[in-house]
Structures are given as structure tokens and as C-alpha cells.
């Protein structure tokens, strides 16, 4: 499984939607139950899911899906 | 998926869809709590709510805003007040102790700065102590995540680490000297976890947690586990295999002299500890009992080894033999008049396991695994039998497991039920409430299940007003006879109402069933009503699961049937002016003589209905 649909799987488990489809753009706007609670869950679940740790730079500025892949595979990479 | 076949690492994640499936359990009971934070809660509450739906309970929750919990408290007109939580959590951190001592403080002054950081919080108790009923969790502070003076943080008495420890001291002389407060004992939580994974510095700037978000699931079941204590929700009796699980090896073709028991090898060493620590449990009221597939006497051998800590006579009940261990559980639980939902079964073997998982849902099996290292921790992270309190009565318990057993053998002695009672010699005291047993009578109030009228459950606080309410009749009774004493074993209170008395609470332990201690009580509660000029008796039976065998109490009593309700209940009632003789029972009350023998003006009245 790459990045991208494990991603997709934190998304539906944190909100609890098996039909959740999400793209690079989608963004709290999008999905009515992202609040900073949610955003908390998400990220926390994405540190674990791809045993990294975010620095306070980066969880700032993850707006978007889009953001969110990218930031891991950078770290990934690293 | 269920919470225990869920890692704590994935909790959060999957927290809606588990809250989804608890939430659809049946019989749970609501509870108002206000959660009332120095740093983020939200995650906090999340993950509680899934531990307290486990455990039976359906969780309201209020939460301060953040870092406000001394405005709420403080201000009497406050949301907090409004919500009226039957408990508040205080959740303070290291994060918000406002000021340390700094190098070269004399120690004097360190103890002018302890005194000073205490009074907040000594206010905010105090405060929840006067305005709520509620019972108050707060948890102890955790250590420092650095410590600029190394080692030295601990010694010197402005020390950072040596602080923390004075103010715990604090908090841990204040809830032994207040009632319905308890501590939450962080401190050691975030040892356990590791501190430096507990101090996550990314989760308290980013997101203002004062400790790593992954540590949340450790906190909320440490905290759930008290919550159902002060419910009176624990465990009550541990039920252990025998072979490979309290010694090495199988007895019934090792022999005794052939298990690994005792301090001769290392895998001896560690079932001896083992076996101490249930024995540990004993001692605070666990109760212990056996399930094993064995002969019986190769079983019981076993506790002949000269290394066994555990003593045959430290089992409350004991079975060996082939048949199903569900069987056998269900028998363990009647035997000792529990529930199955009050007994954890501790066995090496996979297949007995998922047996009873199958067959008993009700009965908590640990996944204990097969290495006797591991069962302890493996025990105590389920939190199975945390206690708020541990009452005289609590010590004893296994004792008067054991005491009972010899009065079932006298019984025998007897043809006639009533010879029996007399022989007894039973003693009781019969009197209101008193502040001396407030712990023992809440305790009594939140676990009984079976000899209980309406199962109405209250907090400590609750239990305290009552004592000073002049339109509350209530009555607790002690009882002791021969062989030993029962303790505190009924409770029973009501309202006054016009000229009825509302009786709100009937319950007794089901240790004294058949001692006619419930006509004891009656002809007490009567005389009370009496004194207090009432005319009429109104008592209420509310049918649960588990209380069926009083379902006609009141009307064994002479109470006349007045109106049913639509979940079962029925409403009965009393008229005092027309009642006759008081009940007739064995048992001499309020009498200070020890030794009744003595005492010939024991009460033997004529029962009248």
C-alpha cells in the first residue's frame, strides 16, 4: 500500500466513513467534521502509522490532504 | 472490534466507530462528569468515554475551557454548577505549577512557595467540596521533563524534582483527611510509561497537551478504573487455573515434589512471587478461588509443597475436576453469592480462555498469556480491582468466606432452622448513619446487587448529606454472632414526606441472607418511624437484572400492593398505626454486652403479618 491510500484509511477511521474519498485538495472546508480536534487524531494516527514524529514547523502548515502526503513521504525519504 | 483487542495505539484513531458499537451495550448507567483541565483535554475525554461504555457506564461529560477550571470552580454561577457532575476530574500537570523555587531558596522559603502553589488548588477543592455532592479526582503532579541541576534537582530542597514531591505530599495528606477525594497517582503513571516519551515537547506547543497524545489511552483507563471503583464497579474475585499458572509443571503427573515452586530454580521463583501477589490481593478483600482440571486431591497437593505461599484455606471456593470451566465459574459465582461480571479468570491456556470468552462475555478474561513474568503486569494494566478505598471490612472479607463455611457445617447439626438461628448467638447494631461508616456504607450501597430494592447508586458526598438531612431516616446494621463478625452488612433510608416515610434504599449483603438480620432492620426502621410520629410506609422494588429474589419482599413484610410502573416496578405500602408486633428474629440488637449469653433480655418477639 503506498502513501497515499493508507493516508485515505487514517482519513475514513478518524471519521468514521468507509465511503470517505479523499484527494489532494480536500481541506477541513470539505469534510464537515474536521475541527482541531479531528486534526489532532489525524496526525497523531499519521505519526504512528508511519513512525515519524512532525515537528512543530511542519504541523503548522498542513492545510490539505496534499500537505499532509507530502510532508510524510518527505520525511519518509529522509 | 472491541477495546481490548484494540492496541492502545489505535484508539484514537478508531474511537468513533468503537464509541458506535459501546454505545449500543445494554444496561448502561448515565453518569455526569465534568472534566476540568490545566492543558487540553479533548483526546482525553475521547478515549475515556470508550474505557467508561466499557465498563457499564454512559459518561455526560463537561470540560473547562482550557486552563479555566479555577474560574469554573470558583465562580457559583459557573457552567460547571449548572451541569452538577456526580464527579469532576481535575486533570493539573507539572504544565501549571506558576512558580518553582529558584537556586539558593532556603528551605524555608521553598515551604512558603509549597504552601502558596497549594492554595489554588486547596481553594478549588474545597470550593467543590461545599457546592457538589461530587465525588473529586485529582491527579498528583508528574515529574519535571528536565532538570537543569542533574541529580541535584532531587536533593537540594529547591530542587525541582524535590518540589514536585512536597506538593504530591500535599495532595496525598489531603485525601486522607477528606472524604470523596481521591488521587489519581500520575506520578507513577508517567514512570511507568517513561517520562521521556510521556514529556511529548511537539504535542504541548503544538497542540497544548501537557503529555504525549499516545499516553492518553494509559491515563483514561487508569482514570476509568477509578471511576468504576468509586461506582463500585471492580472486580471482586480473582479464579486461577492451577498448573502452569500459580506453579510450573502439572501436578497430577509431577506430584507435589516434582513442580517448579520456590526459590530452587528461577521459573519456581516467579510462580512463588506470583502466587504472593495474589495472596497480597487477598489480603485487601480479593476474593480467591480455584478452577482447574484436576483430581481434587492432586489439586489440593499442590498447596502441600512447603514453597506455596498460598494455603488451601486462602480459597474462597475451589474447584477441581473435568468438568467445562464454564460450568464450574457459574458455580464459583453462586457459591459465593457475586456476579459473573465481578470475576477475572486467570488460566495459561488459550483454549480455556477463548471457552469462557465464548460461553461467559460477562466474565473478564486477560489475554494472561503463558509466562508467569508477564501475568502480573498483565493483570494490574487491566486495572481489574482498583479500589478507592480499602475498609475494615474489605481486610476480612476472606476470612468470613471461611468462617461461613464452618457455620454451614454447624447448620447440619440442626433439624430445626430456628435452633440454629438461636445457636448463632447473633449480635447486631442497628443505628442511623454515622460519619464513622460513611466509607463502608457507600461502599455497600455501590456493590450490592442482589438484596438490593431499588439499586440506587450514591457518591460518598450524597451518602454525607444525608447524615445531617432531618427528612431523611436512615439506618445502617452491623451484625456478629459467634463464629465471628459480618461487619456492616445493611442499609437502609428513606425521605419523610408529609406523614409517609419514602423508603429509598433497601439493600443487604447477601452474606447474612436467612439470618432474618432484614426483620432486624424492619422492626428498627418501624421504631424510627414511630419515634418520628409517621403514620405510613411507602417502599419501592425496581426490578434489574439481578435483584429478582426481592421481588416480594415488601410483601413477605405485610406491605399491601398500591401501583405498579410501567418498567416493572411495583410500589407498596405500610400502614404503621395498624401494624402489630414488631417481626420476630434470633438476633439481640443494640445490646453492649459481648457476650449474649449473658444477656438473657435477648429480643424474641412474635412476628405478626
Wanted: charge should be negative; aromatic fraction near 8%.
Amino acid at each position: 500500500m503506498n502513501t497515499r491510500e493508507r493516508v485515505a484509511i487514517i482519513f475514513r477511521d478518524v471519521f468514521d466513513d468507509d465511503k470517505l474519498q479523499v484527494k489532494d485538495s480536500t481541506c477541513a472546508a470539505d469534510i464537515e467534521d474536521w475541527d482541531s480536534l479531528a486534526q489532532i487524531n489525524l496526525l497523531v494516527a499519521m505519526e504512528k502509522e508511519f513512525r515519524i514524529k512532525l515537528n512543530l514547523s511542519e504541523v503548522k502548515d498542513l492545510k490539505n490532504v496534499g500537505d499532509m502526503i507530502s510532508v510524510i513521504e518527505k520525511k519518509l525519504a529522509a | 472490534m472491541s477495546i481490548s483487542q484494540t492496541s492502545d495505539d489505535l484508539l484514537l484513531r478508531k474511537a468513533k466507530k468503537l464509541r458506535e458499537e459501546l454505545i449500543q451495550r445494554p444496561n448502561l448507567v448515565a453518569k455526569k462528569i465534568a472534566i476540568l483541565g490545566g492543558s487540553t483535554t479533548d483526546q482525553l475525554v475521547q478515549v475515556l468515554e470508550l474505557f467508561l461504555l466499557e465498563a457499564g457506564i454512559k459518561p455526560t461529560f463537561y470540560q473547562s475551557n482550557y486552563n479555566r477550571y479555577f474560574e469554573d470552580v470558583i465562580d457559583d454561577d459557573s457552567a460547571l454548577y449548572q451541569f452538577q457532575p456526580e464527579i469532576v476530574y481535575l486533570h493539573t500537570t507539572i504544565r501549571n505549577i506558576r512558580s518553582f523555587p529558584t537556586l539558593n531558596d532556603k528551605p524555608d522559603q521553598v515551604k512558603t512557595l509549597v504552601a502558596l502553589e497549594m492554595a489554588p488548588l486547596q481553594a478549588v477543592w474545597k470550593k467543590l467540596g461545599e457546592k457538589l455532592k461530587a465525588s473529586v479526582i485529582q491527579n498528583n503532579f508528574d515529574l519535571p521533563p528536565f532538570r537543569p541541576l542533574g541529580n541535584l534537582e532531587f536533593s537540594l530542597s529547591e530542587g525541582k524534582v524535590n518540589y514536585v514531591t512536597e506538593l504530591n505530599r500535599e495532595i496525598a495528606i489531603w485525601a486522607r483527611t477528606h472524604s470523596n477525594f481521591y488521587v489519581q497517582d500520575i506520578g507513577y503513571l508517567s514512570a511507568a510509561y517513561g517520562l521521556e516519551q510521556w514529556h511529548d515537547l511537539n504535542h504541548w506547543y503544538a497542540y497544548k497537551y501537557a503529555m504525549s497524545v499516545n499516553a492518553l489511552p494509559k491515563l483514561a483507563r487508569n482514570l476509568s478504573s477509578i471511576i468504576s471503583s468509586i461506582l463500585g464497579k471492580s472486580k471482586k474475585c480473582l479464579v486461577l487455573d492451577l498448573d502452569n499458572t500459580l506453579w510450573g509443571g502439572i501436578i497430577g503427573d509431577d506430584g507435589a515434589g516434582g513442580i517448579s515452586l520456590g526459590p530452587e530454580t528461577p521459573l519456581g521463583e516467579a510462580y512463588r512471587d506470583f502466587q504472593s501477589y495474589c495472596r497480597s490481593l487477598k489480603a485487601r478483600g480479593i476474593l480467591l478461588a480455584v478452577c482447574s482440571k484436576n483430581e481434587e486431591i492432586a489439586a489440593k497437593s499442590g498447596f502441600n509443597h512447603p514453597d506455596s505461599v498460598l494455603q488451601l484455606d486462602d480459597f474462597a471456593a475451589f474447584k477441581a475436576n473435568w468438568e467445562p470451566k464454564p460450568d464450574n465459574l457459574v458455580q464459583i459465582a453462586q457459591e459465593l453469592n457475586i456476579g459473573l461480571d465481578s470475576l477475572v479468570f486467570v488460566d495459561d491456556s488459550r483454549f480455556e480462555r477463548e471457552m469462557v470468552r465464548k460461553q461467559l462475555p460477562q466474565v473478564s478474561v486477560p489475554e494472561i498469556g503463558e509466562e508467569v513474568t508477564s501475568y502480573v503486569r498483565i493483570l494490574e494494566e487491566a486495572k481489574f480491582f482498583e479500589s478507592v478505598s480499602i475498609s475494615a471490612e474489605d481486610q476480612k472479607r476472606a476470612q468470613l468466606y471461611i468462617l461461613e463455611r464452618e457455620r454451614e457445617s454447624a447448620k447440619m447439626l440442626f433439624s430445626d432452622y430456628n435452633e440454629y438461628l438461636k445457636s448463632l448467638e447473633m449480635r447486631a447494631e442497628i443505628r442511623p448513619f454515622s460519619a464513622t461508616y460513611l466509607d463502608r456504607i457507600t461502599q455497600l450501597i455501590n456493590k450490592t446487587n442482589q438484596f438490593n430494592l431499588t439499586t440506587v447508586r450514591l457518591t460518598g458526598g450524597e451518602v454525607s448529606a444525608s447524615l445531617t438531612d432531618p427528612n431523611q431516616v436512615t439506618l445502617y446494621g452491623r451484625l456478629a454472632d459467634k463464629f465471628g463478625d459480618h461487619g456492616l452488612i445493611s442499609v437502609v433510608a428513606g425521605n419523610i414526606e408529609k406523614q409517609s416515610l419514602k423508603v429509598s434504599l433497601w439493600l443487604m449483603s447477601c452474606r447474612v441472607l436467612k439470618r432474618g438480620m432484614e426483620l432486624a432492620m424492619f422492626n428498627a426502621l418501624l421504631m424510627e418511624a414511630r419515634k418520628r410520629g409517621l403514620k405510613h410506609i411507602q417502599g419501592h422494588y425496581l426490578p434489574t437484572a439481578k435483584n429478582a429474589m426481592v421481588a416480594k419482599f415488601y410483601e413477605e413484610l405485610g406491605f399491601r400492593l398500591e401501583s405498579r410502573s410501567d418498567n416493572g416496578g411495583t410500589i407498596w405500602g405500610y400502614d404503621i398505626q395498624t401494624a402489630k408486633t414488631p417481626a420476630q428474629h434470633f438476633i439481640s440488637v443494640n445490646q453492649e454486652h459481648s457476650n449474649p449469653k449473658e444477656n438473657p433480655k435477648e429480643e424474641k418477639t412474635r412476628r405478626s403479618a
